[in-house]
């Protein structure tokens, strides 16, 4: 998170940016507001107060899941037993990540493991004879041979992370461990708390429980922007999943560190979903998933029936290295990967239907492909209102986005202790471009790349057929957005369709 010194986040820089927003607004004339009143003004109230009630709705249900059922929760969880000599596995999978963050990792999940309260095992899934070297000298340095824990290495060829899982779940189902066991999937990146295991081992003694994930703080090796950008994202996601938590299915296990049942992780269905995963589309044809295998892991347990419970008050630090000095680059790159991992999943989970994964939790996932084009609709009225309506209208609703935007910023201190002037700004940002970077990829679905192991799917002759896809990718793409243009033309009066 940014330090307590940084400047944006002191309170008289909030004041001073609310006065001069105030300032701006007065300024201008009467006639620049008239545009509320007209059908225009009125296009963006209705999609904005669709959009606004539904991030209501989740900071209310966030509230109550963190502040009152989450609480009875984590005491129904200690009152039902401790874990005793159940043991845990900690599978860490490490690719191509710096020395210094290595170690740091690692010796958080020997220490998570010395401290767990039954006896454990690390098993390092890795590419490089250099880590198993430096992981052996820090087993050996840190657990004595009277502590109930143990060391497994798993070597696999670089072929990425999904073989790094599958190779790992494998060697512990051959552990034969028992069916009340938990195994913590841990990214190489991921620094886990000392008393990991202790505090997420009750929960599962709910038999419904097949996995949790937790709260997440980012450590940046990056500018203050990216400093910035990541205490954003993560203060949004510890709000929007404690509100999926109050249905117990969260909308995603992130592969930075979540728990699962080792009944489940042993089971040959499950190790085949996160390895081979794939989708048949009925445009691009059958492909293979390269990344998103948290993913993959959540739809096996969604489709199952299984409980996926979120625990904010346990925090796992993340070593975040942006894959571009550029903010722009580094942002396009990630959001590609992040929104291509949901959107080639979500299809095949509303195919589920709200009777078998709860009402609350269907409309979330829908929610998560409409967003992408309600999200455009206000921003595009605006550009239209100023071309044909009023010059006034892209100044009016800069003020208007950056006062929501600030009222939701002050939400965010109910997840973190400090927020900063940047994050209405980097919201707005959030919110467009990456609603551009999911309109991109929904036509492009196949297209694959890894950040930090820079992997893409092999590439073979370029037929025909794939020369076919992409066109028709890029005409579909095109076509959807004059639509939306068009739609909302006729939203605002600007143009009409008559019949003869």
């Not at 009016?396 to 939400?411: D, E, G, H, N």
């Amino acid at each position: 998170m940014a330090s307590a010194g940084d400047i944006s986040e002191r309170p008289w820089v909030h004041v001073l940016a609310v006065l001069a927003l105030a300032a701006v607004a007065t300024s201008l004339p009467n006639e620049a507001y008239a545009i509320i009143d007209t059908r225009t003004g009125l296009a963006i109230g209705a999609i904005g107060a669709w959009r606004y009630g539904w991030g209501l709705l989740h900071f209310i249900r966030s509230l109550i899941y963190r502040f009152r059922v989450y609480p009875a929760m984590k005491r129904r969880a200690a009152e039902a037993g401790e874990a005793g000599s159940v043991p845990s596995y900690l599978l860490v999978t490490s690719f191509r990540i710096p020395t210094e963050t290595t170690i740091e990792v690692y010796r958080a999940a020997f220490l998570a493991a010395l401290n767990a309260p039954g006896p454990s095992v690390v098993v390092a899934s890795i590419v490089d004879m250099v880590d198993q070297r430096l992981i052996k000298q820090l087993y050996h340095r840190m657990v004595k041979p009277e502590d109930r824990v143990d060391l497994l290495i798993v070597r696999i060829a670089g072929t990425g992370k999904r073989d790094a899982l599958a190779f790992g779940f494998r060697a512990i189902a051959r552990l034969s461990p028992p069916d009340d066991a938990m195994v913590a999937v841990i990214d190489g990146d991921s620094i886990v708390p000392p008393d990991l295991v202790a505090r997420c081992a009750p929960f599962f003694h709910d038999q419904k429980v097949g996995a949790l994930t937790t709260d997440e703080m980012a450590r940046v090796n990056g500018s203050r922007l990216f400093v910035h950008w990541y205490d954003l994202r993560f203060a949004q996601r510890h709000i929007l999943m404690s509100s999926m938590g109050l249905s117990r299915r969260v909308l995603t296990l992130t592969g930075r560190m979540s728990m699962f049942r080792a009944s489940i992780i042993c089971d040959p269905r499950f190790v085949a979903q996160v390895e081979l995963d794939y989708i048949d589309h009925h445009r691009l044809g059958r492909f293979k998933f390269l990344t998103g295998d948290d993913k993959s892991s959540w739809f096996y347990l969604l489709r199952n029936g299984y409980y996926m419970l979120y625990l904010p008050d346990v925090m796992v630090e993340t070593v975040e290295d942006p894959p571009s000095d550029s903010f722009i680059d580094s942002a396009s790159q990630l959001m590609v990967r992040w929104y291509g991992n949901m959107l080639r999943t979500n299809g095949r989970a509303l195919a589920l239907g709200p009777r078998r994964i709860g009402l609350f939790t269907w409309w979330a996932i829908l929610d998560q492909r409409m967003s992408m084009w309600t999200c455009l609709i206000g921003v595009t009225i605006a550009l239209l209102a100023t071309l044909f309506i009023s010059p006034f209208a892209i100044v009016v609703y800069a003020i208007w986005i950056l006062s929501s935007r600030y009222v939701l910023t002050l939400l965010l201190l109910s997840a973190r202790r400090r927020v900063s002037i940047f994050f209405p700004i980097l919201l707005y940002f959030n919110q467009i471009y990456g609603s551009l970077m999911k309109v991109y990829v929904f036509f492009r679905l196949d297209k694959q790349k890894w950040t930090r192991q820079k992997t893409t799917l092999a590439k073979g002759k370029i037929t025909r057929l794939a020369r076919f896809r992409l066109m028709e990718s890029k005409l579909y793409h095109a076509v959807s957005v004059l639509l939306l243009v068009v739609v909302c033309s006729l939203l605002m009066g600007i143009t009409s369709f008559s019949v003869l």
